[in-house]
């Protein structure tokens, strides 16, 4: 299977091309933390939390293959890699956020603090994430400490399973660039 040459970039298109790429990422992580703060979850709120949680992950997962076969067919994998973690990376951590907040809506004694506001909830996702864990904002239940649980799990997944496969999507093309113009090449001669 042979694809289009890939064209040497100028370091001005390079430069360019990184710029791109470097916008359309913050414009994807705004829009997604607008979205967070924004979008009123009266609908949600009605599905069991366990339900939400559960078609959260399966976007999460959706929007990731979705991203890797966007890195599979790009010109640069790389600046392409880029983006799709912007998107992927707050897409995970507002979902965890947004659970946070239901989770404390339906039952204000689930965190230590009472209930969570949105930017508690983004605040806890996060604490979590970057394994910081102050202590102002704490599981009380056993609901909630379960769900931290799966996010910490999954935050060790992510972090190493999930950036290795996206390093190697990036590998993977770039192999494949080689592979097709060294094939042109031969073709040539």
Same mark, same amino acid.
């Given at each position: ?12 298109? #390079?430069?360019?091309?990184? *710029? #791109?790429?470097?916008?359309? %990422? ?10 967070? +703060? ?45 983006? %799709? ?12 956020? *947004?659970?946070? +907040? ?8 689930? +965190?230590?603090?009472?209930?969570? *506001? #949105? ?5 806890? *996702? ?54 097709? %113009?060294?094939?042109? %090449?031969?073709?040539?001669?």
């Amino acid at each position: 299977m042979t694809g289009p040459r890939v064209r040497p970039l100028s370091p001005a298109q #390079r430069r360019r091309l990184i *710029t #791109r790429g470097l916008l359309r %990422a913050l414009a994807s992580t705004t829009v997604l933390v607008a979205l967070y +703060f924004l979008v009123p979850f009266t609908v949600i709120n009605a599905v069991p939390l366990v339900t939400w949680l559960g078609v959260a992950l399966l976007v999460l997962v959706g929007v990731s293959v979705w991203q890797l076969r966007a890195i599979a067919r790009s010109e640069h994998p790389r600046v392409r890699a880029i983006v %799709a973690l912007a998107v992927t990376a707050p897409l995970y951590l507002l979902l965890f956020a *947004t659970t946070y +907040f239901l989770m404390s809506s339906g039952d204000p004694a689930a +965190f230590t603090s009472g209930a969570l *506001t #949105r930017l508690d909830g983004l605040y806890l *996702t996060v604490t979590v994430f970057a394994t910081v864990g102050f202590g102002d904002i704490s599981p009380a239940t056993q609901n909630a400490r379960l769900i931290v649980m799966i996010q910490m799990i999954l935050n060790l997944l992510v972090l190493g399973a999930g950036i290795k496969v996206f390093v190697g999507a990036v590998q993977r093309r770039r192999k494949d660039q080689e592979e097709d %113009a060294n094939t042109a %090449a031969d073709g040539d001669a």
